[in-house]
């Protein structure tokens, strides 16, 4: 199991050497202690809140995961604590299982919120002596990033009102000259009509006067 859960590039850090402990013995002044550290420096000055701490196992039993964390807008020094004790990475120390696998540990396992992290610790256990050495490698931490609030629907109705109390009148013409236009468009329609009303009462009125003329010289004659 490794990877972030999303497209988040890893902070740019500084993996340092593994540490190796050591115990004294009577006959070779050292013997292994079977513990390691490695310390994973974080930008300077630029505290990490942590999402994902991802890694490749290499022969390590157990990891323990220690940060140093800074009060944030605090000159107090940082404090050191456990986010997470003795994680099993193998099954059994002194079998190969689990030994070269991609693990990752996600902020929800930490017991501590992994926030304002200036520097993580990670000690490693490997109580089998089967093991010459043992470490962790391609340490990649990811930060924890807050995801934007989502509109609510008042907020879209508002939106949507701003757009309808200011359209875009660019390019159409003036309302009141549309206006003006249509009055004397409808004015010059009624004058037409009218003028074609008069025309043809005029031609009837015409036509009966001629009508009773005619008809008034033939009783004439007769």
């Not at 000690?123 to 391609?138: D, G, H, V």
């Not at 004058?191 to 009783?219: D, I, L, N």
Request: aromatic share 6%; proline share 8%.
């Amino acid at each position: 199991m490794s990877g972030s859960s999303d497209n988040t590039k890893p902070v740019t850090c500084t993996v340092k050497p593994p540490v190796q402990l050591q115990l004294r013995d009577t006959n070779t002044d050292t013997a292994p202690s079977g513990v390691c550290v490695v310390d994973v420096s974080l930008p300077f000055g630029k505290p990490v809140s942590i999402e994902e701490i991802t890694f490749k196992n290499y022969y390590t039993a157990y990891v323990t995961v220690r940060l140093l964390r800074r009060s944030p807008g605090q000159e107090a020094p940082a404090k050191w604590c456990t986010a997470l004790r003795d994680l099993r990475l193998m099954d059994n120390p002194h079998t190969e299982g689990g030994s070269q696998d991609y693990y990752s540990i996600h902020r929800t396992q930490m017991l501590v919120e992994p926030d304002c992290v200036v520097l993580v610790r990670l000690i490693l256990r490997q109580p089998s002596s089967a093991w010459l050495t043992f470490s962790l490698e391609e340490i990649r931490i990811y930060p924890h990033l807050e995801p934007e609030p989502e509109k609510e629907v008042s907020d879209w109705l508002s939106d949507l009102t701003l757009v309808d109390q200011h359209p875009d009148l660019e390019g159409l013409p003036d309302p009141q000259t549309v206006s003006s236009s249509i009055q004397q468009m409808w004015a010059l329609t009624e004058v037409m009509q009218t003028s074609q009303t008069t025309a043809s009462v005029g031609r009837f009125e015409h036509r009966a006067v001629a009508f009773a003329a005619h008809q008034r010289a033939a009783e004439l004659s007769g």
